[in-house]
């Protein structure tokens, strides 16, 4: 069995300032999401994007990944903890943040950005949704760095079961590698090369909804589930709860948008 390395959450120490892994986690999937967006400008122009523009749709998404990502902790997962310590809801250096309630939080920040520039919510939507796995993958190298959101216990003789002793002395599944592998890495090659050849409006971001419900739903059998609002449960975990509606309805876009492209070209 291989044993967590117990990694400082500390990166680097500036005097009084302490700069956290998982914060350098976020710079880097906003980094990689800038790099990858002025690759795709460049190689595939398409009259609405330019460097600025991602620029300053960065600066929206960021303000829709923490706000949103902070309520839906508090919503989904903790609503009864934050009620009884409201002051905590504003502090997100002590951590919770939620996935989907980010998501929520970056769908508010296109459509915003959409009626700014005079497009359809799906242009702006399609041109993101590639560029968004890299980070997730990031944020869940971070969580393995932090040592939290374990996975549930592994078979002893699975060559990478680990350890996490901050929890217990039972073998586990890695499971934060997992969701970077799947929900990051795997749906990152998936909806860039999907998105390489032109498609119909829409469909890539519906395959963004799907293939990210999907994988998380999968994953989410390895990691020790989360008590949410619906209560604790190894059978459906509250993040396989938030990734349904995701599953079934980027499946119905994703067909959807298909046939109506069909019916236009005849």
């Avoid at 291989?2 to 986690?25: E, K, N, R, T």
């Avoid at 990210?212 to 709860?241: C, H, K, N």
């Amino acid at each position: 069995m291989l044993i967590h390395p117990q990694f400082d959450p500390v990166a680097i120490h500036l005097g009084p300032l302490a700069v956290h892994w998982y914060g350098l986690m976020y710079l880097l999937g906003f980094v990689l999401f800038l790099a990858l967006g002025n690759y795709r400008i460049r190689r595939q122009p398409d009259g609405i994007w330019s460097s600025k523009d991602l620029d300053d749709f960065l600066t929206w998404a960021v303000i829709g990944v923490v706000a949103g990502g902070r309520l839906g902790e508090v919503l989904f997962y903790q609503p009864g903890y934050y009620l009884s310590h409201p002051a905590e809801i504003l502090m997100v250096w002590k951590g919770g943040m939620s996935f989907h309630g980010g998501f929520i939080g970056v769908l508010a920040a296109m459509a915003l950005f959409a009626r700014k520039k005079g497009v359809s919510f799906w242009q702006i939507s399609d041109f993101v949704a590639p560029l968004v796995p890299t980070g997730l993958a990031a944020g869940r190298i971070g969580n393995f760095i932090n040592g939290e959101l374990w996975g549930r216990p592994a078979p002893a003789e699975l060559p990478w079961a680990m350890v996490f002793p901050q929890v217990d002395l039972l073998p586990r599944h890695p499971s934060q590698l997992y969701q970077a592998l799947l929900e990051g890495l795997t749906l990152f090659v998936i909806l860039w090369l999907f998105s390489s050849k032109r498609r119909p409006v829409g469909q890539v971001s519906a395959l963004f909804l799907a293939g990210y419900g999907l994988f998380r739903f999968v994953a989410e059998y390895f990691r020790t589930p989360d008590a949410g609002i619906f209560g604790q449960s190894d059978v459906i975990s509250m993040g396989q709860w938030l990734s349904l509606p995701m599953i079934i309805t980027g499946a119905a876009l994703f067909v959807w948008f298909g046939n109506r492209a069909g019916r236009s070209a005849v």
